[in-house]
């Protein structure tokens, strides 16, 4: 089973950008599809980005199309989100989690069967 570990959090102006990492120990990164979720003050975890297991299928919530990218470097077992042009309302626990199905991006938190601890993002006005 693989072990991940969010990292790059950290307080930020509005339209600054950030890039969260998901290091993955254990297993190799392209074995599952990756994706973030957040989770906002007082709310549930919601789907922001996804990577299938070939890096050949990207998915974004809306709120997050145009501003987010999401990529990885199998080389170093790495998921990155790129965060651009951040707002207030992305403030959040930002978490990366494994699939084993892979090869589709799904939003749904059930179907993640690994889960990093997050990291904060805080966007300020």
């Known amino acids: 089973q693989v072990q991940l570990v969010e990292s790059g959090g950290g307080l930020v102006q509005a339209v600054d950008s950030l890039r969260l990492s998901c290091a993955a120990s254990g297993r190799a990164i392209s074995t599952y599809s990756v994706g973030w979720f957040w989770r906002p003050p007082g709310e549930e975890r919601v789907f922001v980005a996804g990577i299938n297991r070939e890096g050949t299928k990207t998915r974004y919530a809306d709120s997050v199309k145009g501003r987010f990218t999401i990529s990885r470097d199998t080389t170093k077992n790495i998921v990155y989100l790129q965060m651009n042009s951040l707002q207030p309302e992305d403030t959040a626990i930002y978490y990366c989690?494994?699939?084993?199905?892979?090869?589709?991006?799904?939003?749904?938190?059930?179907?993640?069967?690994?889960w990093g601890q997050g990291t904060q993002v805080t966007v300020s006005s």
């Open positions: 989690a494994a699939d084993n199905l892979g090869s589709i991006v799904r939003i749904a938190r059930s179907s993640y069967d690994y």
